[in-house]
């Protein structure tokens, strides 16, 4: 990778505008305690750059590197990332009266399985670009494992707290990938706790999510990428699997970002921020009119990515999907069981939980008028559906028995 030209100006304070805070300097939370974010000058870009020359280069999202924060080639940690396919839900785009099929957004084929590898990359190399050398997260999984392998990448050292039910796979990775990875009696924001108060005591750098600013620019490429794919136009609508609302978040300031620079125009698609109904805190606010959501008690789904009772980012979420005209739904386990079970075995998709929640909603949306059969549609696959537990339909066979094959066939 030869340098390139990079174009960051400043910070700003997404709630309170504040645009202060200097570049090339380690920041965490605004000074009113919400996420910082990164602005370019988005008028030389929109000289020096051509969309389409970026996206002939190839490769994954390191490919956007004039439109990312990490300025020295030499700071760029890579594990050979790959643009994501966007793959047709042919048959059950029929099963529910879909007039084209609806297309998932397979973010499974990332380093580490998931999506997570896209804003933790930035996070790292960022980090490392500004002499950090070690790293502390909260995660529901996914998380931790993008930042304990991107982390080890760059000879960090990574500190991962996790809620003591997170999917095996992932604990067992986090550590398989060189983080000091413990189990915590709590949830996502005890963890966070844990973590935001060891900063003294341990000089670590606090990762969680949009408490350090570069998460979101990693995350933004979804939405490059996304034009990109569809011929620099936008769909009518997306369903993303919210729990921080990174990704949403990311991919709104894409779009802004690509209009500017013009690469697209005005349109933007519908925004459904979609999340399970034993931890909903971003649908209670929407549906109550509020900018701000509150801590959701209790929290309960097994799609352990969107188990995030609280969301420091909450208004930002709240103000893409309303000024998208979009909307902030809750479907249930069962939905999302039966969404994932429908996706695997029609179109041989196997979704994780939380991609098949953004299924579950979109089937509810269509229903509901929503959407319409003739919108093109994106769902969000955010993770490999090999990380979590499957449910075990195997029959048994004794090969010392004969073979009954018309009972096998029939059964
Ligand atoms: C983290 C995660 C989410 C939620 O992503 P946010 O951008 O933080 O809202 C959804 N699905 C999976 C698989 C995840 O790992």
């Known amino acids: 990778m030869t340098e390139k030209p990079t174009y960051v100006t400043h910070l700003e304070c997404g709630l309170t505008g504040e645009d ?22 988005l008028e030389t870009m929109a000289q020096d750059l051509d969309r389409d020359a970026i996206w002939a280069r190839g490769g994954g999202f390191w490919k956007w590197r004039e439109l ?7 700071d760029v940690v890579s594990l050979g ?53 070690k790293l502390a997260i909260p995660t529901n999984g996914n998380a931790g494992a993008a930042m304990a392998a991107y982390g080890a990448a760059a000879g960090m050292t990574s500190y991962v707290f996790c809620p003591d039910d997170t999917p095996e796979a992932n604990v067992r990775e986090i550590a398989l990938q060189g983080a000091k990875v413990w189990r915590v009696n ?34 933004k490429t979804m939405g490059l990428e996304l034009a990109a794919q ?46 399970a109904e034993g931890c909903a805190p971003i649908v209670r606010a929407f549906e109550a009119g509020e900018r701000h959501a509150e801590l959701w008690e209790d929290a309960h789904t097994y799609a352990a990515g969107i188990r995030v009772p609280i969301a420091v980012g909450d208004f930002l979420i709240l103000d893409a999907v309303r000024a998208s005209g979009g ?21 041989g998709m196997l979704l994780c939980p939380e991609g098949a929640a953004t299924l579950a909603a979109y089937q509810r949306a269509l229903a509901a008028g ?26 048994l066979l004794d090969r010392h028995k004969p073979i009954d094959y018309q009972a096998l066939m029939n059964g």
């Open 186 to 219: 709590g949830l996502i924001n005890d963890c966070g706790k844990i973590v935001g108060g060891g900063k003294d005591a341990t000089g670590w750098y606090d990762v969680s999510t949009l408490k350090e600013p570069y998460r979101i620019e990693g995350k």
């Open 20 to 41: 202060d805070y200097a570049p090339d300097v380690i920041h965490g939370l605004s000074r009113a305690g919400r996420p910082l974010l990164v602005r370019y000058d």
């Open 81 to 133: 990332e790959v643009d994501t396919p966007l793959i047709p839900l042919a048959h059950v785009s029929r099963d529910l009266g879909a007039a084209s099929p609806v297309l998932v957004k397979d973010e499974g084929r990332l380093p580490t399985g998931s999506f997570k590898a896209r804003g933790l990359a930035l996070a790292v190399s960022m980090a490392k670009a500004l002499g950090v050398d």
């Open 370 to 395: 929503q959407v319409t059969p003739s919108d093109r549609v994106v769902l969000f696959n955010c993770g490999s559906g090999l990380k979590y537990p499957m449910p075990d339909i195997a029959g």
């Open 68 to 74: 990312l924060p990490v300025r020295k080639t030499r």
């Open 230 to 275: 569809l011929g620099w136009t936008l769909p009518d609508a997306i369903f993303y699997p919210t729990g921080g609302g990174t990704g949403l978040i990311g991919m709104w300031k894409a779009f802004d970002e690509m209009e500017k620079l013009g690469w697209i125009g005005a349109k933007r698609p519908k925004m459904f921020a979609v999340q």
């Open 327 to 347: 909307a902030a739904m809750a479907v249930s386990d069962d939905a999302i069981e039966e969404a994932r079970r429908a996706a695997g075995t029609r179109d």
